[in-house]
């Protein structure tokens, strides 16, 4: 089973530290004072990825941002911006030329 990230999970939850794993790095801390550092982490971790994860959720705040974004670019470089209207214009005008020779 792969996790959020793609990375390969051995079907253990990420606080068993028995069997195998137990000299690994990832025990448990005993004292209490590291407990409650360690739960601290855990839920700063926790609230970033909850973050992370609302902040894909919100359409509208993207499409703004896409916007934003896209306005940005049509600011700093406006020729691609000016040619696609000039390719426009000049289809309008190719079918209202066309439409007037056909009656």
């Not at 739960?39 to 609230?47: D, K, N, P, Y």
């Not at 670019?73 to 005008?93: D, I, Q, T």
């Amino acid at each position: 089973m792969t996790d959020m990230n793609g990375q390969q999970q051995n079907g253990k939850h990420a606080a068993d530290t028995s069997g195998s794993e137990a000299g690994s790095g990832s025990e448990q801390p005993t004292d209490p004072e590291a407990l409650q550092q360690d739960i601290e982490r855990t839920r700063e971790e926790l609230a970033a990825t909850v973050d992370q994860l609302s902040a894909k959720l919100d359409v509208k705040s993207r499409a703004r941002a896409g916007a934003a974004e896209a306005k940005a670019r049509a600011r700093a470089n406006p020729a691609p911006l000016a040619v696609a209207g000039a390719v426009a214009l000049a289809v309008v005008v190719l079918v209202v030329l066309r439409r007037r020779r056909s009656r």
